[in-house]
């Protein structure tokens, strides 16, 4: 090593040059000379047992016969002691220039590199850990080992921010219900961010309603419900808003707004309806009844669909007893599924007549119409 340091010194000094040649020889037998000095020292330490030190000396001149199988000897034999110590980063350290067909150095290699992963795991160094298990192969449960640790070093790298991190990892690993699982984590966590940066609410609420039944998304779609419902409030969209306010559940005070909102589109309409029931203008009661969509009522006005055939009857109930019996039929009939009044008064004997008679060889002889005309024997 002195001598090379000293050919790196007289380079381009030809007086330095012709002193380390009167005293070394020529400068092309220098590397050879110095090599075999190395040697020698290596063969020393080796005859004195100090392993450690000859492993260095032989790595330093692979190209000089016999060193490059003496330094494999050295470096097995140091990293079986290292292994045996418990050091299984230090063995893969010394085992790193050895080929796997020396020796048990292949399957030296799955073990320490399996052992040494065990260990960061427990430390939580996953990607280490990834790295380790990646490098003992079939060792053991090894595989099993390096799916959670990708999978734990992926859910890391989200929790930290890097998405892109995370996607490099969730790349790696097998078609398995653990990567997608992180697949969907990770369109959550980047659809979220969207949201939180202005971006359209409609399409991140549909892209994440995509996702299905996620868990870890639901707050995320919540936000959005209620981002929408602010919106159509703005815009005095009172049921939209409503509607909007209600699948955002209980974020933030979405269910006192839904209620308000409610309020503002049911609230005139409920009390137009129930006065006009008190007035005894049924009719109009009917028509102010089927403006709305009695069958996604909010819960405070859930009534108002009971209070539907009520006001078909008592509608129908007026004009019966104005004597309008057929202008008061289309109102029995309506109400007659959840009127037992209107079903009872469609048996009235103006109702049952209705239709066409005939004799016993089927000749009409009778015709009465629903709009009280009718004809009696032609």
């Not at 400068?27 to 004195?48: F, P, W």
Request: proline share 3%; with cysteine.
């Amino acid at each position: 090593q002195c001598m090379e340091q000293m050919l790196v010194l007289t380079a381009g000094d030809e007086e330095l040059m012709r002193i380390f040649e009167q005293t070394y020889g020529p400068i092309r037998d220098a590397r050879e000379k110095a090599m075999a000095m190395v040697y020698a020292q290596a063969e020393a330490a080796l005859a004195e047992g100090d392993i450690a030190k000859a492993a260095p000396l032989y790595s330093s001149i692979p190209d000089y016969p016999g060193a490059q199988e003496k330094s494999w000897y050295c470096l097995h034999s140091l990293a079986v002691k290292s292994y045996a110590d418990t050091e299984y980063l230090r063995t893969l350290e010394l085992l790193s220039t050895v080929p796997d067909e020396y020796e048990d150095t292949a399957a030296l290699r799955k073990r320490s590199a399996y052992r040494a992963g065990l260990a960061a795991m427990e430390r939580k160094e996953w990607e280490a850990a990834a790295g380790l298990m990646e490098q003992a192969g079939d060792e053991k449960d090894a595989a099993d080992r390096l799916a959670a640790a990708r999978e734990a070093w992926a859910r890391e790298r989200m929790d930290q921010g890097d998405l892109t991190g995370a996607e490099n990892v969730i790349r790696q690993m097998d078609e398995t219900p653990a990567r997608e699982a992180l697949e969907k984590r990770l369109t959550w966590l980047r659809l979220k961010a969207q949201a939180e940066n202005g971006g359209d609410p409609k399409e991140i609420l549909e892209a994440l309603l995509a996702l299905g039944d996620y868990a870890e998304a639901k707050e995320t779609i919540a936000s959005l419900y209620y981002t929408l419902g602010e919106s159509a409030a703005e815009r005095n969209e009172a049921l939209t808003a409503a509607d909007y306010y209600t699948r955002a559940g209980k974020y933030l005070d979405a269910e006192e707004k839904a209620k308000a909102q409610y309020d503002a589109y049911y609230g005139e309409r409920d009390r137009a309806i129930r006065e006009a029931m008190r007035n005894g203008e049924y009719a109009l009661a009917v028509t102010l009844l089927e403006s709305l969509n009695l069958d996604d009522l909010p819960e405070a006005y859930a009534g108002l669909k009971a209070l539907y055939p009520q006001a078909l009857y008592e509608a129908g109930a007026a004009l019966y007893r104005d004597g309008k019996v057929y202008e008061a039929l289309p109102y029995f009939r309506a109400a007659a599924p959840e009127s037992r009044q209107a079903a009872n008064r469609l048996k009235a004997p103006c109702y049952l007549i209705l239709g066409s008679w005939t004799d016993r060889e089927g000749n009409t002889q009778a015709e009465f119409r629903e709009d009280g005309s009718c004809t009696l024997a032609g």
